[in-house]
């Protein structure tokens, strides 16, 4: 079974959330979403400064096997961007929570997240897929 956090919130297109401290809310792709890609070898984030929004494309990752869109969870300003998966993409793969975060947003309204599932509810959503 993939690794699923108790502190994040996700998306059924297999994104996680977690908001920080300062209010702050970093994404990325689930382990799980990684484990079905395969091997990750490009990824294109949003440009610092650039607006995303709830349940809209924000970016894409591919692997040797596909291609897939990446989906924002929040409505906001994208503040930061994991610069490191451009030189090294396959951190996605390694360490898919921590080093291989995809962006970070300030959110205009961080109770967007109320609609993301917890991990109890990720891990079911999983499950019904398999």
Do not use: C
């Amino acid at each position: 079974m993939s690794e699923i956090r108790s502190e994040l919130k996700y998306l059924s297109s297999h994104e996680w959330a977690r908001v920080e401290e300062d209010g702050t809310v970093t994404i990325g792709i689930t382990d799980h979403a990684q484990e079905a890609l395969g091997d990750v070898v490009f990824v294109e984030t949003p440009e610092v400064g650039s607006q995303v929004s709830a349940g809209e494309e924000a970016g894409v990752v591919e692997s040797v096997k596909a291609a897939s869109d990446i989906y924002s969870p929040v409505t906001g300003e994208v503040i930061a961007v994991n610069e490191l998966l451009e030189e090294a993409p396959e951190t996605v793969n390694e360490s898919p929570y921590d080093e291989g975060w995809f962006f970070k947003v300030k959110p205009s309204d961080v109770s967007e997240l109320d609609g993301a599932m917890d991990s109890e509810a990720y891990v079911k959503s999983v499950e019904d897929d398999s």
